[in-house]
Nanobody, 121 residues
Framework: QVQLVESGGGLVQAGGSLRLSCAASGSIFSINAMGWYRQAPGKQRELVATITGRGSTNYADSVKGRFTLSRDYAKNTVYLQMNSLKPEDTAVYYC???????????????WGQGTQVTVSS
């Protein structure tokens, strides 16, 4: 099994910062892309940012210049630094990873349980 454990969500005022972490563990052979999606109430889940196995990043237009995604390959962990937060950033943030498990070389998508980020105006 593969587990993604998220941390770092919470309540912050507009203009503030939060840092989300997501650590992958379990029977992992290799991890390709990792990243974050978010889902606000009444809305579809949307991409926030992803990072490939080679370190290339991709950001949603709405977070470019404010959010920074980084990755610690040795720890199978990604970090999302969120600055200049806005009320519209309020959502449940989900970590995702594309993983090849030990003994099974197929790539599969895994998701974390989600962490709430609330930005007050």
């Amino acid at each position: 099994q593969v587990q993604l454990v998220e941390s770092g969500g919470g309540l912050v005022q507009a203009g503030g910062s939060l840092r989300l972490s997501c650590a992958a563990s379990g029977s992992i052979f290799s991890i390709n892309a990792m990243g974050w999606y978010r889902q606000a109430p009444g809305k579809q889940r949307e991409l926030v940012a992803t990072i490939t196995g080679r370190g290339s990043t991709n950001y949603a237009d709405s977070v470019k210049g404010r959010f920074t995604l980084s990755r610690d390959y040795a720890k199978n962990t990604v970090y999302l630094q969120m600055n200049s937060l806005k009320p519209e950033d309020t959502a449940v943030y989900y970590c995702t990873a594309v993983v090849s498990r030990s003994g099974d070389l197929r790539w599969s998508d895994y998701w974390g349980q989600g962490t709430q980020v609330t930005v007050s105006s």
